[in-house]
């Protein structure tokens, strides 16, 4: 048992609080990880907001890397002091889904319950009331215990907080270009919204080889970083009038518009952009995550008739155990800028202040750094 630091939420829709917790000794199939750095991704301010409701106390923070300091019964001990990516989505590995490769859409998975696989949690308050921990990995805290299926030992060379961006914005967004859409050598792509999921997919797509992408969003500065990224054109977007960006959008591609459009924000009207700037042929895929209950509407049939797509792509498509490597390897060879993504670095205290500028759509990637 040990003491540690975490911003924790009552429950969703309040703000976060710094709490000392209580952290039990990892059990079976479980392992302890000192948390190094942990990015501030979209998802956590959906929880925070209360867009998605989430059982509570829960400590926040789904997009971190540590160093493994124990391991429970059943995990190789030789684990013990490397430098560790988690994963937000720990599979089972027995379910229908984890059995056919389809790791993401894991049923049994204990981040469905914000604890560990046997449903308990390692975290308490000095009171003994249970904390969960958001997706099992809570990890904007100093220490975690975490499913072993979502700790996946980084190469040597990546910094902490690459490995902590490879646990979910650089996975999503790289993860759905390559893996979700399979994006060809040559194809023309557009993203809608430059978010950290966004930005990867712009990496994606420059890593995939696509001949224009084009980098859609409100604010300047976010087309500016695509351009460091691999973005050759530009759309600057203009919410109340979706009809010109979509005009714009086509314009910038050529062809009757790109083979393929990203929408990494979650929000029903750039989703009906994404599906209304494809040419006949075109793939929309769908990234940004919206509130619970909301719809998107399209016209239907030159939809059909155009022979268009629509994809859903859940945390790119990602086997973390052998895509999150892959992606370290990509950034040591140059091929993935991810640090770039690193706008800003702060302490666990600055939570809150760092959820206000995600609001304002003002932040690629704020890190949180957890001091050793
Ligand atoms: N599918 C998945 O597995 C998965 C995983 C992680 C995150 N997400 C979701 O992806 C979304 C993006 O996450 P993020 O962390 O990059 O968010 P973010 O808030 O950092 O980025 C959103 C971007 O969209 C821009 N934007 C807002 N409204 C716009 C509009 N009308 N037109 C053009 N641009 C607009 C903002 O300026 C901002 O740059 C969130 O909904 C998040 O929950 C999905
Ligand atoms: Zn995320
Ligand atoms: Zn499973």
């Known amino acids: 048992m040990r003491e540690i630091r975490a911003a924790v939420i009552p429950s969703s829709g309040h703000p976060t609080v710094i709490e000392t917790l209580r952290l039990a000794d990892p059990g079976p199939g479980e392992v302890l990880v000192r948390m190094t750095s942990s990015g501030v991704c979209h998802s956590d301010l959906h929880v925070r ?25 059943g995990v190789d001990p ?32 204990p981040a469905l319950q914000h604890a560990q696989l046997d449903g308990t949690t390692r975290l308490t308050r000095a009171d003994g009331t249970p904390v969960l921990a958001y997706l099992s990995i809570g990890t904007m805290a100093s220490y975690q215990v975490v499913p072993a299926t979502a700790v996946v030992p ?74 460091e990224l691999g973005a050759t054109n530009w759309v600057l977007a203009e919410p109340d009038e979706p009809g010109k960006t979509i005009a714009a959008i086509r314009a910038s591609a050529g062809d009757g518009g790109p083979d393929f459009v990203f929408e990494a924000i979650g929000n029903p009207s750039t989703i009906a952009q994404a599906v209304g700037a494809l040419p006949p042929g075109g793939t929309a895929v769908l990234v940004g995550l919206t509130k ?20 859903g792509s859940n945390y790119g498509s990602a086997v973390a155990a052998i895509d999150f490597p892959r992606y370290a390897e990509a950034y040591l060879a140059g091929r993935l800028p991810i640090d770039k993504l690193i706008d800003r670095r702060l302490d666990l205290t600055e939570l809150e202040d760092a959820f206000d500028r995600l609001r304002a759509g003002q932040a690629a990637r704020q890190m949180v750094m957890h001091p050793g």
Not at 57 to 73: D, R, S, Y
Not at 80 to 93: D, E, F, I, Q, T
Request: one cysteine or more; proline letters at 5%; charged letters at 15%.
């Open 154 to 227: 980084m190469p040597d060379g990546v910094p902490a907080e690459v490995a902590a961006l490879i646990g979910c914005g650089v996975s999503t967004g790289v993860g759905a270009v390559v893996k979700t859409a399979e994006v060809p050598f040559g194809a023309t792509v557009a993203v809608i919204g430059l978010g950290g999921v966004g930005l990867s997919c712009v990496m994606g797509a420059a890593l995939a080889g696509a001949s224009k992408i084009i980098a859609v969003d409100v604010n300047r500065a976010k087309i500016d970083l695509a351009g």
């Open 292 to 311: 619970y209950g909301q719809q998107a509407s399209f016209e239907a049939f030159p939809f059909v008739d155009g022979g268009r797509r629509i994809l």
């Open 78 to 109: 030789e684990l013990v002091g490397h430098a560790v990516a988690l994963s937000w989505y720990a599979p089972c590995l027995v379910c229908r889904e984890c059995q056919r490769g389809r790791q993401w859409l894991c049923s049994g998975s």
């Open 49 to 73: 907001d209360g867009h998605w409701v989430r059982p509570g106390p829960i400590v926040m923070g789904h997009e971190g890397a540590g160093a493994v300091e124990a391991v429970g019964l």
